[in-house]
């Protein structure tokens, strides 16, 4: 990255040097991505262990912008298992949407790249390698295998096609082989029922505007579902939702997850949500994984300070409190990211070594892992 100037602006001719480099890293990247009739072989790959969906193994995904590099994923690895939730938590910018972005390859691209790392997805006879994936193959693997539940329904609907259009479109897509305008009907019309819509022929018809909130949700999720997806991503599915309708979402999206026993991945701010939903957590902070277990061990026993803080700052019926925690200061900057462990600014636990390098991960049981410094000594490391 090109040197700053003392007040952190870069000079326009420091800007078109980044924008040159990039473009040579971004460019090169791009060749290899849309090669045609890449041999299988190639992303083609193994799940460590078969009973997972998803294992995320150590992924980088940058993005190459005109102020620098922006490393919003940086060596991130979890497990999404067969049949079960994963909730992510952090804080806002840490890196939970664009990881989930890269298993889609919904990256924004040029600029948005895996430079680093394996996604492996399993489809059951194969094992692709998603970073390695090229993108023709994506059309198939997206809607089919994983699909995403967004944020904002009303900007990802869309607002001149009615409602039954837009669900049979992907039928159409995904789906639509040997199948008549009638049988994509019939499915369009019983998955609304399915999500809980009761005048289903009637909201078939309308457009998104002339629906609530929490109905345009319903349709979303109508549409993620159309084709029984193994992974189901949500991000911050209820946010723009009141809280019944939030149970009500939340009940659908577990019941429909049981009946076609995919895997969840559910991205949220609200760890109530995450207390009811998640079967393991994983806690990022500033595009890395600082903390992951089951869901139990991370709500009895959180262990990263940033965790601990996080539990601390969520409030609790029936307890009185004159001010709920907060986490004292703010992320580092993406572009630059210090050596040391990123929380270290804010901790207010810090041992000696936390000035050192970043910290390892600690196993504090099979599956509860950290990365912090607090925890090598017990363990005898480092
Ligand atoms: N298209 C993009 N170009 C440049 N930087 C991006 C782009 N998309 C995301 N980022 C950066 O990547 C980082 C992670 O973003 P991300 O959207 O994953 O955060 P998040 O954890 O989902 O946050 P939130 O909880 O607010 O949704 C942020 O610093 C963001 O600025
Ligand atoms: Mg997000």
Redesign the pocket.
Known sequence: MAKKKAEGYLSAKESRQISKRNRKITDELEKKRKRKNVPESEYVTKMHDPKNAVEFDNLHTY?F?DTGT?K?VDGVSFEVPIGKTVGIV?E????????SLSLMQLL?RP??QIVEGEIRLNLGDKVYDIAKTPQEKMQNIRGNMVSMIFQEPMTSLNPVFRIGRQIEEVIELHDGEGKSKEDIKARTIELLEMVGIANSEGVYKMYPHELSGGMRQRVMIAIALACNPRIIIAD?PTTALDVTIQAQILDLLRNLKDKINSSIML?T?DLGVIAEMADYIVV?YAGRVVEKGTAEEIFEHPSHPYTIGLMASKPVVGKKVDKLYSIPGKVPN?VDMPNYCYFKDRCEMCVGPCAGDYPPEISLSETHKVSCYRYCEEKGEK
């Open positions: 993005f912008t922006v919003s952090g806002s910018g840490c890196g939970k949407s664009v990881t924004q600029q948005g911050e991205i701010h990022m993406p």
